[in-house]
């Protein structure tokens, strides 16, 4: 997640102003099992990919409470100081309740997410199309640290063996390495387009922002 972590709460705005209930759908914290019961019956990539196959549709995802980032930002390398050969991430849809979000920004968004199911990933990837149409190219899940770690989990969730990436800003450096978020683990799983650099790598040099429309309505 990138600059679209900074709109997240916005969607809670969203949900109240459509008349839905604010709190179930932004507060709302699914727990997992225990570390070891969620190791024991963590997914391989087809199943990951036959879970998200309904979500192809875009209109199933947004039925199902999934939101844009309200900003409508198609993500790239190169917008977060990186190589641009480095790709993109897409356009993020996302669940608040799977976040656990608790309130704006103060100063950080916050959340007591702890959900790390990649049956029913909190987020998933979409990338634009010429014809307007959006294509999923992967799916994320992302928890809160400090929820993560009061839940009882010592080590930082993990998946295939292979630990989330730890995001927390560097309060020395220019850049805002959380992205407005209170300290967290996200990671990324490219189940729907190949990444040569790797299924967990966030960044994908074979997705494109180059069809997106930033005044497209959801």
């Given amino acids: 997640m990138t600059v ?16 839905l209930v604010l ?9 997992p099992a225990s570390e070891e019961s969620a ?21 199933v995802a947004l039925a199902a409470g999934y939101v844009r980032d309200p900003m409508n930002m198609c993500e790239t390398a190169d917008m977060m100081g990186k190589p641009a050969e480095m790709g993109a ?35 998933l990837l979409y990338e634009p199309q010429a014809d307007g149409t959006h294509e999923l190219v992967g799916v994320e899940n992302l928890v809160f640290a400090a929820a993560w770690h ?34 967290h683990y996200d990671r990324h799983v490219w189940v729907y387009r190949e990444n040569p650099n790797g299924v967990f790598v966030p960044f994908n040099p074979n ?10 309505a959801q």
């Fill in 4 to 19: 679209l972590k900074r709109t997240l709460l916005g969607a809670c705005a969203l949900f109240a102003a459509a008349g």
């Fill in 23 to 31: 709190q179930a759908g932004c507060t709302r914290t699914e727990q």
């Fill in 39 to 59: 190791a024991s019956a963590e997914p391989d990539f087809d199943a990951v990919r036959k879970a998200a196959e309904r979500f192809k549709d875009i209109e």
């Fill in 89 to 123: 991430m897409g356009v993020h849809y996302f669940r608040p309740d799977l976040l656990g979000l608790t309130g704006p920004p103060n100063p950080r968004v916050n959340g007591t997410g702890t959900h790390t199911d990649f049956l029913s990933p909190a987020i």
């Fill in 150 to 183: 009061a839940a009882g989990h010592a080590n930082p969730p993990s998946f295939h063996g292979v630990p989330y990436d730890h995001m927390v800003d560097d309060p020395a450096t220019p850049l805002d390495e959380a992205h407005m978020f209170e300290a």
């Fill in 207 to 216: 997705v494109s922002c180059q069809h997106h429309r930033a005044d497209a």
